[in-house]
């Protein structure tokens, strides 16, 4: 080893065959721990786990009072505070790397490697908190970002980006077992990697099996105070060690920058040396270290988890903070680890490890080792087990997410499938059957009200409905044909479907009065189909317009029920400009009808074609063209609205193609452009109301014809695919089948359905479940929720298969890479070039509506082709080539991760960007973004979450939830702290500072104290942040819930436990005053209100509106069945918070005083609320538990003052 030659460096040889604080210097580590030592470890670790797990279930349980739920295994209740979030980004963006990698970056590039690569992998946490708001602002509902993807690309991109998103969960995990096992293996006798590997993973399981998502937050928070506690140990024993041994080189900051100022260091750093900021490879490591972690971040589903379990603010704050304390982890541990490796090296006069050590991140285990001897082993191997399992449990977590909410309730929902995977479930079978059982007659009456038979069994046994519409709403069809097609289609038309239209009209090029056709001056053929469909809606307004209200075109090989016809238009208004049809989305900006499956005119659109349109052949051309689009051009140019024809299950009515076609998804390419439903196939997306069909041969007109009018099996009622929904539409409410929000036109196509909290049957199913101490609990029998509920607790059985089997993959994918030997370095930078081509499109998934699925997919694949052919290419270019002895040393190199890294993150998101750009299809931005927000769990709906930051009444209903106007407003600061925060702190890390450190070029002695001291710094404020931060938030929000509920039971002892029996005063915490016997008195000055108001000097309560209600138990607790009128008291009736809005009481100003008073009556309050609310209250207030309640209006003058009724 060549040392500078200077006169603080000429006594170094001296001491180099020294030895540090009592333990022999020389080559390489030494094993000291026995295998028994470690198997204690892990056993008390796993223990440990355990009960913390265990404990986090029985906070949420009876302080919380969460139900067992699949989303709260996936999201923790959804509203995890800042300090909960922030200590898990930071827990769980602590790998084995950022301990072993970041070292050894440390020991090769000096003060430059530990800051790049803290910095490198900080910026995409603070970025990551901008894409937060924007899922939880457009997609609330949503769980996993591939939802996202689905509900706004469909199927094929999903499927792609599935892959990826699995692909980074699998490199992430094998860079952390891979490191761990290395450690392990490296310090313990005896013990190999598949037995190092398995204990691990044993506690992984243990820990996502009992806790979920939300355990994770717990553990977390452990394995940073153990991590920062170790850590600042290291520190001081670095930097300021109170027993200096006379041999040691370390002790002080001055004697380790003499000893890293005597060392010559890489070539690349200015002057040699390691005391430099000043390092073309430290920096060219720094961007491969940002490039790769962004693919590490936002392709990575356990920081989508951690966004889903935080409402925005709270996770944008979480996020920037935790950035933040991370950054203070592999800069702090890496500057003492590293450098102290360096001096140590200096000291003996040779190097401690070998090259291949170096890289698998050993520099900390033997600066451990010299500096604490076994103390040292035991603590690298606390921490090192701590960030597997922390990080590790997120990523199982993560993985069985999209498992399930992925790629089992999207991809494998088939009919089928469904039958066979639920029949291998006893559980669910007997959930099922008993549900089934219950639910009685009543499901069928329910799913005949949904299928539109109002009038119950009758409908399908007469014709009564369908002949009052054939007087009512009155059809004229007219049959577009040649002379050529009489006798070989049009004449089968005339024989099936024709008969049933009030009017019949055949339209030919020649008029024929034996067939009859009406024949229009037009050339026949297809560039003539416009002038023949203009001139024949003319002909029908001149000759018909008094005797039909709705005009129908149709092909000569289209099928038309025309009953269904009808019952779609009695919805409507023959004076409603207005046509319906299947619509296309393209050519024009509200979309057009396409003309095979036939479109019908309302009286008042052909009017207007007939009185203005044909008069302006500007834009309602004669001739040419297109002839359903040149209709749509004309249509929008009139004025006429495109109307939806779906079914209120969001399926197609009218068909392109045969049924076959439809049924098979057997569509031309052209097809998935041009289709405003996304080309759905398959019975789940046909509707039972189909209206028209087209390409149908002759034979099948009769065919067609036959099953329609004839055949029918005896007394059947459809059932769905999958037991547990009635609709696959993500528009449509999948409990009921009806239209939601804008998908509704009419109250009986509008969704009533309502949160399971709400619902007293499922309260009742809770308990009965409790109560039940078999293996096999009993079934569900709300009969709105039940089927789902069952649907969802055979999902939660199948979330634990799911994370018992990751946690088996673990283990061959480990055992692989640790036979190819291949490095944990090797493995970090290459990550990058694999997944960094998905994060720019998975990025604008989010924020740009003008992205398509097939920019997003070819951006991704030209991106890892693209990176993956830089990469070879560059390494090859290197001595030694590819050959499989130089292959791993190549293609590891900085040069050739540098362009892999960066060609693919490029050119990724460049082609991305253009190809989207090269769509020219009509956008509706309003209706993508609606779709994103239509992903919901229909048992708990995310308004529910969001009605106290946005004010919303009746958030429990399915069908009202805010606009994204609202949201978007309510949240602004939430996204522009998340902008600015992340904006600023990313200059400051990438320019600000690194900048500043050049200038000083190589650090003397005062600078290096100042950098130093800076990492302490660093060190112990985010130390002090990350430990006592969490902790009181955690325990802030477990008081408040806790005062909640005992705020709950209070209100009982006002309302006293019998109504008969005279209730009780609250109990008051403060000073202690004389109290009325009367529920009639303020609980906060205890006067009477009766006398409060008729003393108009007496200043009344103002009203802070804490949502702490008499009827409030918590905004995250149930109402409990026990108490009759518990569920009465609870928040889950919002609707109480604006009554006075609704019974329009004034004047209203005054409504927000505890001594005014009005006091309606139950009746009063349930005529103010919706029908759907007031069967629900009804039923609330008399029948809960079966208890017989006489209310009193005594009840009536009971509020909280903070929030009083009225």
């Known amino acids: 080893m060549k040392l500078r030659n200077h006169t603080d460096c000429m006594n170094v040889s001296a001491l180099w065959n020294g030895n540090l604080n009592g333990t022999n210097s020389g080559i390489g580590i030494q094993k000291s721990l026995e295998s028994w030592h470690l198997v204690v470890t892990v056993l008390v670790l796993g223990v440990f786990v355990g009960v913390i797990s265990k404990i986090f279930n029985l906070i949420r349980k009876h302080i919380y009072g969460d139900k067992e739920n699949l989303d709260i295994s996936f999201d923790a209740g959804g509203r995890v505070s800042s300090g909960l979030t922030a200590t898990t980004i930071v827990s769980q963006w602590t790998w084995t790397a950022t301990l072993l990698k970041s070292s050894a970056v440390a020991s090769k590039y000096g003060i430059s490697g530990p800051f790049w690569y803290a910095a490198g992998a900080t910026i995409q946490i603070f970025m990551f908190s901008m894409i937060t708001v924007q899922l939880k602002t457009r997609a609330p509902g949503a769980k996993t970002f591939l939802q996202v993807i689905k509900a706004r690309f469909g199927g094929r991109t999903h499927i792609v980006f599935c892959i990826f998103a699995l692909i980074t969960n699998i490199i992430v995990t094998a860079m952390l077992m891979l490191g761990g096992a290395v450690v392990l293996t490296t310090l313990v006798k005896e013990i190999s990697v598949p037995f190092a590997v398995t204990m691990m993973t044993s506690v992984i399981c243990i820990n996502t099996f009992i ?165 040292g082993e035991f603590l690298i191997i606390v921490i090192i087990i701590f960030a597997v399992i922390s990080t590790g449990s997120a990523e199982v977590i993560a993985v069985a997410s999209i498992l399930v909410y992925d790629i089992y309730q999207i991809h494998l929902k088939e009919s089928v499938r469904i039958t066979l995977l639920f029949g291998n479930s ?183 074609l007939a009185e203005k349109g044909l008069q302006d052949p500007e834009h309602c051309r004669k001739d040419g063209g297109a002839e359903d689009v040149e209709m749509g051009k004309c249509m929008e140019y009139l004025g006429v609205a495109v109307g939806d024809s779906r079914d209120a299950m969001g399926r197609s009515r009218f068909h392109c193609f045969d049924i076959s076609a439809h049924l098979e998804g057997r569509y031309p390419d052209w097809y998935h452009k041009y289709d405003a439903n996304g080309a759905t196939y398959g019975p789940g997306n046909i509707s039972d109301y189909s209206i028209s069909f087209h390409y149908v041969k002759p034979r099948m007109m009769y065919h067609l014809d036959f099953f329609t009018y004839h055949l029918r099996p005896y007394d059947s009622v459809v059932v769905s695919a999958e037991p547990h929904r009635l609709v696959t539409d993500a528009n449509s409410c999948i409990l009921c089948g009806k239209a939601k929000g804008r998908m509704s036109r009419l109250n009986r196509d509008k969704c009533r359905c309502q949160s399971m909290t709400y619902c007293i049957d499922c309260h009742r199913d809770d308990i009965l479940r409790m109560e039940c101490r078999r293996a096999v609990k009993p079934g569900f029998r709300c009969s709105v929720h039940g089927d789902f509920r069952a649907y969802y607790a055979y999902l939660a059985s199948l979330k634990n298969w799911c994370i018992v089997w990751c946690c088996v993959a673990i283990l061959p994918i480990t055992y692989g890479l640790s036979a190819l030997k291949v490095s944990l370095s090797w493995v970090y930078l290459f990550m990058g070039i694999l997944i960094g081509p998905a994060v720019v499109p998975v990025s604008l998934c989010m924020f740009w509506a003008r992205l398509t699925g097939k920019a997003m997919v070819a951006g991704t694949m030209g991106g890892v082709t693209i990176g993956l052919t830089v990469w070879l290419s560059v390494a090859a270019s290197h001595k030694g080539g590819l050959g499989p002895n130089y292959f791993f040393e190549n293609t590891g190199s900085e040069s050739s991760m540098l362009w892999g890294n960066l060609s693919a993150i490029a050119s ?79 200059v400051c890390l990438l320019v600000i500072w690194p900048l500043s450190a050049m200038s000083s070029g190589v650090m003397n002695l005062s600078e290096f104290i100042i950098w130093i001291n800076i990492s302490k710094i660093c060190g112990y404020l985010a130390g002090v942040v990350i430990i006592i931060l969490p902790l009181v938030d955690e325990a802030i929000s477990i008081w408040t819930a806790v005062r909640r509920k005992t705020m709950a039971l209070n209100d009982v002892n006002i309302l006293g436990g019998n109504l008969n029996e005279p209730a009780k005063p609250p109990v008051h915490r403060g000073k202690k005053k004389e109290r009325k016997e009367s529920p009639n008195i303020c609980v906060l000055c205890f006067k009477d209100i009766d006398e409060m108001k008729k003393d108009k000097r007496f200043p009344s309560h103002t009203n802070d509106r804490n949502t702490d209600n008499v009827f409030g138990t918590s905004s995250q607790g149930d109402p409990t069945t026990d108490d009759p009128l518990s569920f009465a008291r609870s928040d889950h009736l919002p609707e109480f918070l604006t009554i006075a809005d609704t019974l329009d009481l004034s004047p209203i100003n005054d409504t927000h005083s505890c001594s005014r008073r009005f006091a309606p009556s139950f009746g009063e309050l349930a005529r103010g609320l919706d029908n759907p609310v007031e069967s629900t209250l009804n039923e609330t207030m008399f029948s809960v538990n079966d208890t017989r309640l006489s209310l009193s209006s005594s009840y009536s003058s009971i509020s909280n003052p903070r929030d009083p009724i009225f």
């Open 426 to 608: 006893s559980e669910y079978q007997a959930t099922r059957s008993q549900t089934q059982f219950y639910r009685g007659v009543d499901s069928i009456k329910r799913q005949d009200k949904t299928l539109g038979y109002e009038d119950g069994h009758n409908h399908r046994d007469n014709t009564s409905s369908a002949d009052t519409l054939y007087k009512t709403v009155r059809v004229l069809c007219w049959v577009m044909t040649s002379p050529k097609n009489l006798k070989t289609k049009a004449q089968h038309v005339r024989a099936t479907w024709a008969k049933r239209c009030n009017i019949i009209i055949f339209i030919s090029s020649e008029t024929n009065k034996d067939f009859p056709t009406v024949g229009i001056n037009t050339t026949e053929g297809r560039d003539h189909l416009t002038a023949k469909t203009m001139n024949a809606f003319k002909y029908c307004w001149d000759n018909y317009k008094d005797q039909a209200d709705w005009f129908l075109k149709a092909d000569d090989d289209t099928f038309v029920i025309v009953e269904n016809l009808r019952y779609l238009l009695l919805s409507y208004k023959r004076t409603d400009p207005i046509y319906f049809g299947h619509k296309f989305k393209a050519n024009v900006k509200q979309g057009y009808m396409s003309g095979g499956g036939g479109y019908v005119l309302s009286h008042e659109a052909l009017r207007r």
């Open 908 to 986: 990724g998101g460049l082609i991305t960007w253009i190809c989207s750009l090269l769509n020219h299809s009509v956008i509706d931005t309003t209706e993508i973004w609606e779709n994103t927000r239509d992903i919901d769990n229909p048992l708990s709906p995310w308004p529910e979450m969001y009605a106290r930051e946005l004010g919303i009444s009746g958030a429990h209903l399915l069908d009202r939830r805010p606009s994204l106007s609202e949201i978007k407003k309510v949240f602004k600061s939430a996204k522009l702290i998340a902008i600015f925060g992340a904006t600023f702190l990313t």
């Open 211 to 375: 806790g979920g998502l939300g355990a994770t937050f717990y553990i977390s928070y452990f394995n940073n105070v153990v991590t920062f506690v170790v850590m600042l140990l290291f520190m001081s024993r670095v930097y300021n060690n109170p027993d200096p041994h006379p041999d040691n080189p370390l002790g002080s900051i001055a004697s380790l920058h003499r000893l890293l100022s005597c060392k010559i260091g890489p070539p690349e750093n200015l002057d040699n040396s390691y005391l430099t900021m000043v390092s073309s490879k430290g920096f060219m490591f720094g961007i491969i270290n940002i490039i790769g972690n962004f693919g590490a971040v936002f392709v990575d589903q356990s920081f989508w988890q951690s966004g889903v379990a935080a409402k925005p603010k709270q996770g944008v704050w979480g996020f920037l903070i935790g950035g933040l304390v991370w950054f203070a982890i592999p800069f702090v541990f890496a500057t003492t680890m590293g450098l102290s490796y360096i001096a140590m090296e200096t000291h003996a006069g040779e190097s401690l490890l070998c090259a291949d050590q170096v890289n698998e991140g050993l520099v900390p285990v033997i600066v451990a080792q010299r500096l604490f001897g076994k103390l």
